[in-house]
Each structure stands twice: as structure tokens, then as C-alpha cells.
């Protein structure tokens, strides 16, 4: 049977970080745990193969990211840097329907989860001001401190919603 052996591509900047991670070690500061698991990490290096292609196309296209947001454009520069690099050329210029297909996917699950955690927020925010505002003791323009989320406009909603039901 073969040794198994486990990799983690890490598409960061290297900096100090380690050659191997341990479970016990990352997540449960060096405990005996029942199941040690050891990995080997992959950094970019001067290497030509297709995993430092791949990490470089990573870097590219957080680079992207915060040139112009989580949008098409991201990707499609991406796309185009990476080829004129000579980075995942063949795939990329093969593939390139299906590949922002992907990314754009990735994108909208992560807009859709950015979008509830601020509803929840939200919500959470309008609660408390609902509380605050039943209590009486402070003021709108007070109250706005503490609930960033809510624009006066919205509490001035929510204050007329409370009295109606006093």
C-alpha cells in the first residue's frame, strides 16, 4: 500500500508560514488528539508546472478583486493577465466559458451570504431600536449611535409602529 500523503495549496504569500501544518498543532494547540493528520503546504516557487500556475492565477485574481469588486470584470482580467502571462494559457483559452461561468458562480454565493448577514444584522439592529425606542429614555438621534444599520428615516418608521401599538 502506498504512504499517503497530504497537500494543501496555500495561494497567499508564503512570509514565515511552515513547509507542513498539523491538525493537533492549528486547531487544537498540540494536543494528543486521536487523529494526526500532517500536510505538506505548496507555495508559489520558480517552479514551472501547472499547481504554480494555478497559485498565480489565485494571486492574479485577488489582485482583481480589489481593483474592481466581486464582478465580471474581476474575472475576465483575470483571465486576460493570466494568458498574456503565459499562465494556464492553454486551459484558460480552451476553457474560458466554463471557467467564468465558475467564478461567477462563486460570486453569487458569496454575495447571497453577505447579503443575509447584513439582513440579519439588520434585523437585529431593528429589534434593539424597537427596544430602545418602547423604553423612552433615549432619543432618535441617540439611538442611531448604537443602531449604524438603521438610517433616521427607518427609525422614524419603527418609532411610528411602536406608538401604534401602545
Known sequence: MPKPELYVIYTGNKGRKP???SLSQEFFGG??????IKAKVIYESDKDNIINEYIVFCKVFNEQIKEHGMKKRA???????CKDRNILKQYLSSKEVEVVTIMM???DDEQIMRTYTKDIEKETERKSAERMIKDGELS???IARYVPAL???????IE??????V
Not at 494536543?31 to 494526526?36: C, F, V
Not at 474575472?75 to 493577465?81: Q, S
Not at 438610517?151 to 418608521?157: R, V
Not at 411610528?160 to 401599538?165: G, K, N, Y
Open 19 to 21: 513547509d507542513t501544518i
Open 31 to 36: 494536543a494528543d488528539i486521536d487523529i494526526e
Open 75 to 81: 474575472v475576465t482580467e483575470t483571465i486576460r493577465i
Open 105 to 107: 458562480s462563486l460570486f
Open 140 to 142: 432618535l438621534e441617540k
Open 151 to 157: 438610517s433616521m428615516e427607518e427609525l422614524k418608521e
Open 160 to 165: 411610528a409602529e411602536v406608538m401604534q401599538l
